[in-house]
Structure formats: C-alpha cells, structure tokens
C-alpha cells in the first residue's frame, strides 16, 4: 500500500499563480455578458440609496495613474455599499469641452482658420467620443463597474440643456452680469480664464522703482516732489491712471542728492537699502489720508495720475505707494472705480500693446518691457532696474504666463450668495477634515466667478441682444434654448442667425426692427462640469441630489468641488453633496512628480499588462491616498507579493474543502473546540474592523488587517497545525469537519470582505467555493457580525497560549541553529513555567503537541526546577531535545508507537486505526 494515497491532501483547481494579465479580461469578458452592473442593480433595488457623484475626467489622452486611484477608490466605495445594505449606482462621466481638444486637433493638422466654427466643431466632437472611447475601454479593464453603456458626457444635448437651465436660474437670481473689469487673461490661449485654470510657477521679471512728479500737492508737498512706486511688471506703467496710498499709513518726505521722494516710513530702510542711498534726510512726515486727490505727472505719457486711497495697499514689501492700473489689476480696478479713474487696457487678445499706448503698439506685452524700462530712464524716472524670481500666474494648460487684463466678461456673481456658499461648506462633511477649512477660506477670498470664454468649442453664453445693446435672458428665450440644445445639440447656435434661435415672434422693445444677434462667448468648462448636479443627478431617475459623496484629488478645492458648489447653491440654496473625499497625487517612487523628460512615468495601462489590475487594485488600497502617494516598479512588487500570500491563503483553504459540503458537514459553533470557537472569534473581528474601515474609507486599514489574518493568524498558526488533522485524519472525522467548518467560513468571508478591492480574484475564487451563492461574489452580501458566546474569554486565553507558543518556536528555532534537532517534529518540548501558565496549559482540551507542531510535549515543573541547559525565553524556561521513538512514515510524528501495529508496521498506531478503518480496499 502507498501511504500516501491515504493521505487526503489538498485538491484543487484555483490554480496557484495568479497570471492575472492573462485571466482578468476572461473575467472582464464574463461580466459584459452577464451584465453584471444590471444585476447587482436589480438585487439591491429597494434598499436605501447611496449616491457617489463621478466627477468627470477630461477626454483627452490615454489614462495616468492619478485617473488609476481616482476610479479605483470610487470603484471601492461603490461595490462596498452595494454589498453592505444600499443600493449604490454608479454612473461615470467625461468632460469634454475646452482648450485641450481645440488644441489637439490643431496639433493633428487641423486648420481651424479655413472652416466655419461649426464644421470645427463638429470635429472637436468626433475627437472627444474617441477619447471618451478609449478612456472607457482602460477603466473598465482597471476593473471598475459602473453604468458603461450610459455614461454622463458634457457634450450631449440633454446635458447642455440642462446646463442652459443652470445658467437661466441664476440670471433669474441676479447671479449673472456682464461687466468690464481684469480678469486672468492667457495670451497663449486667447481667453479669459477662472481661478481655477491658474497655477503658480518661477518666472524671472523685471523690478523697478519709477518717480512719479508731483505736479498738485494741494499745499502739503513741492511741486517736483517724487512718489516712488515699485513693480515687476513695466508693461503695466502705459495704463497707469493713479498712485495708491493708504489713509493711515504715515509717509516719509525724504531729502536725497537735491531730489525729494514720498515713501511709507515703515518701508523707508528697506527703500533706501535697494535705491543705495548713502545720505538721506526726513524733512517730514505725512498721513496718507493727506495725500488724497494730489496729482503727479505720468513719467511718459503727457497725462497726470492721481493719488487715491486704497485700503489694499500695506507694507509688506514695495514702497507703501502703488503703482494703479485699473485695466491691469483686481484691486486696482476696484479702487479705480471708486475714483472714477477710466479702465484703461492697452493690450489686446494676444498680448499685444494697442495704439492706446503710443511708442509701444505691435510689441508683445513682455518683450515691451525692456523699451518701457529704457523710455523711464530717458525721462530720468528710473529709479533702481533689477531682476527678480517670483511666483507668477500661468495657464495650467499651455503653461504660460497670464496677465490681468481689463474687458467685457460675463461674471457669475460670488458676493450676492456668499454666506450661503460658505454655510453650505459648513454642513458638508469632509475628509480630510482640513478640507472644509480649505474651500471655506477659497470661497471666503474668492472674487467673482469669471464664467465667459472666447474659444469655439464650449457650451455657447445663451444670450442675445437688442439693436440697443440691451442683453435678452429671460424665462422664455431660456426655456426655448434649453430646448433648442435638447434637440439639435449646441452646434445649432453657430449654425442659424440670432432670430432662428429665438421663440417664434419673439420682440423687444429694444429692437424695433426686429433686429437681434447673439452672444459669441462660451461658458467657463467648470461651469460645465459644475451643472452636474442638475444635468445627471437630478435628471436621472436612478440618482439623487444632493449627492452622498464626491470623490475627487486635492486640485479639485479649486475646480469641480468649488464649481459644483456654486452652482449648487445658486439654484438649489445648498451644496450638492453630503460629503467630499479627496485624495492625494500619484508621485514616482522617490515622490517626485511624474514626468516624461524624467523618465519616471509609471502607466496603469503597462502595469496592467504586465502584473494585473488586481496588483494596481491592492496598491490603491495599501497607500494613505488622503495624501500624495509614491508608485513604482519595487513598490508594485513588494504589493504583488502581499498578493501572491493571500492568493495562497485562497488556494490552501479551497484545497482543503474539497471534500466539504456546508449543508452536510459544517459543525455548529458552539460544538467546535475551543482552538476553532478562537478562530471563528478572531474571523468575527477581522469583519468588524474590515467593515468599519470601508464606512470610513480607510482601505489601508483593511490591507493591512486582511494581509495580517492571511499571515499570522492563518498560516502562522491555525493552518500551520490544521494540516496534522486536514491531512492526516480520516474524511469525516469530528476534529476535521470542525476545522473544515472555520476555513470555509474565513474563505467566504475573505471574498467577500477583498471583493471591493481584489474584484477578479475574488470573482475567481466565488467560483470554486463549495456551495458558493449566485454567480458572483458581487451578487452577495458582506458578511454580517455574530454574537459569539465567551469570545473575550476566548481571546484572553488563546492570546495568552499565542504568546507561550511565540517562545516555543524561539526556543525550537534555537535548537535547530544549535543541530539539536532538525525539523519541529523531531523534537520533545519540556516547559518549565509558572503556575498561572501551567493552568492555561492543563485548560486546553486540544492536543497540544499538535498545537506546537512537536512530536511530544511534557509540562515539568516551576521556572525555577528547569535545568541548566533549558532555554530561557521571555518567563519561560523551556527545554527541547529529540523525540523518542520513530518517524511514521504517514504523519511524520516521532513516537514509540510506531511498529505496535502488526499489520502496519512503519505507521503509529494513529495512524494504522485510520487507513485499517478506511483504505483496507488499497492493500
């Protein structure tokens, strides 16, 4: 007879290696064809909804690893909560507006000039549903479920209709103006652009201090007198209209080398240092508020400046007298207003000096910096010229610097529903905490909202004029331009003339020829975005508003987040979302910011191909993506082989069911043994604090709490000793189906519990498990927590005995250096330990021998009768020398019982009762 046909080892046909790249799109393939988004829906129909609001990735360029743990986290969240009670749609969506589009069919050859803006277009809509194509195709190989064939996409008529009701809602309000006033202009892009567009870069410019002459003083100051202000920007010094003081701030009249100069005192040194002057005399001292309304000649022009109050001026650095251009500048135009000062803008669309400033026009606002600087200094007001490094504006999308630029813009009005905006971040609940404070303090300091574009490719500024220039939004030419884009698509506003767009015998006062045109402006792309509430949450049946969460990365405070919250309360009076999440950027592997140049871009797509989504799945939930987080090639693998472990653990517990039927052969709680009861008890926390992780989306936690019960709760102990009862008993033995019962149990609920994360894998493993449910471990349920009798004591008992067995493995790792023994089962344990130790050990019903993994275990007396050459380890003295007896050549155990049985004279007498009782029919 072969003992080890006796031998019931582990069958199964989940194979070991993952080979992920290869068997996930068969995984992918079964979920399209059983529609598997459709029927998680319909299973959880009914049940209390949970919302979590997509917001919409650009369409443009294959996928980087930020859109990677952007889907993947949302992907978490939404399977969980379709798993633990809700009923959680998710729909994806794109934005698909803008420059980038523009830009990329210009880059393909496209020549915008030579067609009308329709046919163009209708191009940039060809090119963004391929995109959209391609960015679909990638998250759903990431494995995201969602409602693919019904995605929200900015550019679909019933989505601009929508957004036109946004906008005719808040012009209702009052919420929407048209005004001249700086907003960011990128010359590079031609376009106004909102705060949101900006970020912040070096840029080197010039620094100079210029003299302005007094030529009023109004009796206080010598005609002659020089305000001295500073600026980085020459270009600005044609638009200067007016030097800003503040009221309360006390001026220096100074005496240097037979000039006099106006500067703030508490700047004086700092002045004086940078203008290098040797010698220098206070004559007097002046209050701003005296200065008020003096004039001083334009240091080029034959025009004067006049002096003003402004509250903004301060003395962190500069002169304390600011140089005021109202075209140029937020404050200034402000300030300007107030004076009545014109708004005087001599730059046109791109970035080019007009005829408004003489002596400059053709030239590129920057390279006039440097003859503007050379005409100061003719006129001998160039005080000091530097150059300095700051941190300038630019455009987050061309990457170019961007000037303040005064012209007619249309304005969504922030001031008029500001208390509103800020009580609705107050009721909204943000992690990271620091979030609210974050967009409380945007929206607080924030100006109003630019929301007009000149570009071609957005959703058109639906409003139309009188032959009087009076501007036409009312409920009707709203109501029939929403329904003008429901039907036909913006495209229809460039195609017909203003009268075909308005309502049939539409009239105006203000037009008593019937003659009207058009806006040609477009909306801000955040305001396309921003309307989602109203375009897919409230317009869907399938979703709600507000939204339980919007889960975006840490740029959005200033974009969809923001833009969403405006218009939110705008139309609705409170905030579309109960919640937001943000997360960090994805960094290279030293927390650099990827880049193509470095040569440190790690793609979702590659990583896919090579190790699998599952892999990119588990590093998503093993990073604290609530700030930035690093990715790359050893990182990756040091996750693969946290997956590899718990692909293990799934492998070794379907091996071992095999033969186990749930129904027939599962033991009931409280007939295991106590080393089964503890399992079951230690299986029951790992659900209570995996599920309490997933409602606070902490999956890091979850990582680390599923690799730690795979690692050292399983195969460090439970399976490390099951395999002498798995193995080795007979099929139906008690003590067998007992342990059967815990892995069967601990394999449904780790699918379960790694479904939201490891969803291949856990698909794969839901189709070996015996008397598994549905077709698909999505179709399930989380496992529910369970009131374990005598669970605390449990655990303080077998924690102890945990500890104990720490220091026998120690102490047997020692022999084995020392060649005491060879494998653990060679050897015979003698524990010298104290009284409250004893008593645990005299507690335990199981084999304890067994327990430890040894072929004999004695227990001998106190600490202190252990002989010299026991082993002290932590408390415990303990000795180990080599078993007595032979190796049985089916369990391997050493025991003076091998040979007793005639019949079976290599096996133990365990084992020889066994195979006589069940494998005569192999002799």
């Known amino acids: ?248 701030l006390t001026y220096a009249v100074v005496s240097v080398n037979d000039h006099t100069y106006v500067v703030a005192e508490d700047l004086l040194e700092d002045v004086a240092e940078n203008l290098e002057w040797a010698d220098y005399n206070v004559t007097k001292n002046v209050k701003g508020a005296e200065l008020e309304r003096m004039k001083a000649k334009h240091p080029i022009y034959d025009r004067e400046s006049l002096v003003i109050l402004g509250d903004h001026v301060t003395t962190d650095s500069g002169t304390g007298c600011v140089h005021t251009a109202p075209g140029h500048g937020e404050d200034d135009f402000l300030v300007g207003k107030k004076y009545g000062l014109d708004v005087l803008c001599p730059v046109d669309d791109k970035g080019v000096m007009t005829s408004e400033a003489p002596g400059f026009e053709g030239l590129f606002y920057d390279k006039a910096n440097k003859p503007i600087t050379e005409k100061l200094e003719e006129a001998g007001a160039l005080l000091k010229l530097n150059f300095i490094t ?99 698509g913006s495209n229809i506003w460039f195609e017909k003339e203003a009268k075909d767009l308005l309502p049939e015998g539409f009239t105006h006062e203000g037009s008593p020829n019937g003659v009207f045109t058009k806006e040609q402006d477009i909306m801000d792309v955040w305001f396309d975005s921003g309307s989602s509430h109203q375009a897919v949450l409230e317009a869907r049946d399938d979703l709600q508003r507000p939204a339980d969460l919007y889960l975006e990365g840490s740029d959005q405070y200033r974009g969809w987040f923001n833009s969403s919250l405006t218009t939110g309360v705008a139309v609705t009076g409170k905030a579309p979302y109960k919640g937001v999440l943000s997360h960090g950027f994805a960094l290279d592997g030293e927390g650099r910011k990827m880049s193509k140049s470095l040569g440190n871009v790690v793609v979702p797509e590659k990583v896919m191909k090579q190790l699998g989504a599952d892999i990119l799945r588990l590093w998503v939930a093993s990073v604290d993506y609530q700030s930035d987080v690093r990715v790359s090639d050893p990182i990756l693998k040091q996750v693969a082989e946290v997956y590899r472990k718990i692909r293990n653990t799934y492998r070794f517990l379907l091996g071992n069911l095999a033969d186990f039927d749930p129904k027939a052969d599962s033991v009931s709680y409280d007939n295991l043994r106590e080393v089964d009861q503890f399992m079951m008890v230690k299986l029951n926390d790992l659900v209570k604090n995996v599920k309490k992780s997933y409602d606070n989306y902490e999956f890091a936690s979850i990582y680390h709490a599923v690799n730690n019960f795979c690692t050292l709760d399983l195969s460090s102990f439970y399976l490390d000793f099951a395999k002498d009862v798995l193995y080795i008993e007979a099929k139906d033995n008690y003590e067998r189906r007992a342990m059967q019962t815990v892995l069967h149990e601990a394999l449904v609920v780790l699918a379960k519990l790694m479904s939201p994360i490891l969803s291949h894998t856990a698909d794969e493993v839901w189709a070996h498990v015996p008397g598994a449910e549905g077709d698909s471990v999505q179709l399930t349920d989380m496992p529910e927590l369970k009131e374990l009798s005598n669970a605390e004591e449990l655990k303080k008992k077998w924690n102890a005995f945990l500890e104990l067995r720490d220091d026998v493995l120690k102490a047997l790792e020692e022999a084995r250096n020392q060649k005491v023994i060879g494998k653990s089962l060679t050897a015979k344990v003698t524990l010298y330990v104290d009284d409250e130790t004893k008593s645990l050990l005299n507690s335990i019903s199981e084999d304890l021998k067994q327990l430890f993994i040894v072929s004999a275990i004695e227990i001998g007396g106190g600490a202190s009768d252990a002989p010299e050459h026991a082993l002290t380890v932590g408390q415990n003295n303990i000795v180990v020398e080599k078993a007595k007896g032979e190796t049985c050549d089916r369990c391997w155990v050493v025991t003076t019982t091998v040979g007793e049985d005639k019949d079976h004279p290599e096996l133990c007498t365990r084992c020889a009762s066994v195979v006589k009782e069940n494998y005569s029919h192999l002799a």
């Open 1 to 248: 007879m072969e003992y080890k046909d006796t031998l019931l080892m582990p069958k199964t046909e989940f194979p070991m290696r993952g080979n992920l790249p290869k068997r996930e799109p068969e995984t992918q393939q079964k979920w399209e064809e059983m529609d598997i988004y459709k029927k998680v829906q319909e299973r959880t129909q009914g049940r209390p909804l949970f919302v979590l609001h997509d917001g919409p990735p650009y369409a443009n360029g294959n996928l980087h690893m930020g859109h990677a743990l952007n889907k993947i986290l949302k992907d978490f969240i939404v399977r969980y909560k379709s798993m633990n009670g809700f009923h959680a749609p998710y729909v994806p969506g794109w934005d698909t507006h803008g420059l980038p589009i523009e830009q990329a069919l210009t880059n393909k050859g496209v020549k915008r000039k030579e067609m009308t803006v329709a046919e163009f277009r209708k191009l940039c809509e060809e090119y963004a549903y391929e995109q959209v194509d391609i960015q679909r195709t990638q998250f759903k190989q990431l494995g995201v479920r969602g409602d693919w064939e019904n995605p929200y996409i900015t550019l679909k008529p019933e989505y601009e209709a929508q957004q036109i009701k946004v906008f005719g809602d808040m012009a209702k309000k009052g919420y929407i103006y048209k005004g001249k006033k700086p907003v960011y202009w990128s010359p590079s892009s031609e376009s106004a652009l909102a705060e949101a567009e900006i970020e912040y870069q070096d840029k080197r410019s010039p620094s100079i201090y210029v003299g302005f002459s007094v030529t009023d003083g109004k009796g206080i100051l010598e005609t002659g007198t020089q305000f001295i202000i500073w600026t980085t920007t020459p270009w600005t010094i044609p638009a200067n209209l007016g030097i800003a003081v503040h009221q309360d």
């Open 390 to 488: 700051h941190s300038y504006p630019h455009d987050w999308r061309t990457k170019k610097p961007v000037i303040f630029r005064a012209t007619a813009q249309w304005f969504a009005s922030i001031d008029k529903f500001r208390d509103e905006l800020l009580q609705a971040v107050k009721d909204t609940k943000w992690v990271p905490n620091w979030g609210e404070t974050r967009l409380f303090n945007m929206v607080r300091d924030r100006g109003d909202w630019c929301i007009s574009r000149q570009r071609a490719w957005g959703v058109p500024i639906p409003v139309f004029y009188a032959e009087n220039g009076e501007e036409i939004i009312t409920d009707e030419t709203i109501d029939h331009v929403s329904a003008l884009f429901r039907e036909h």
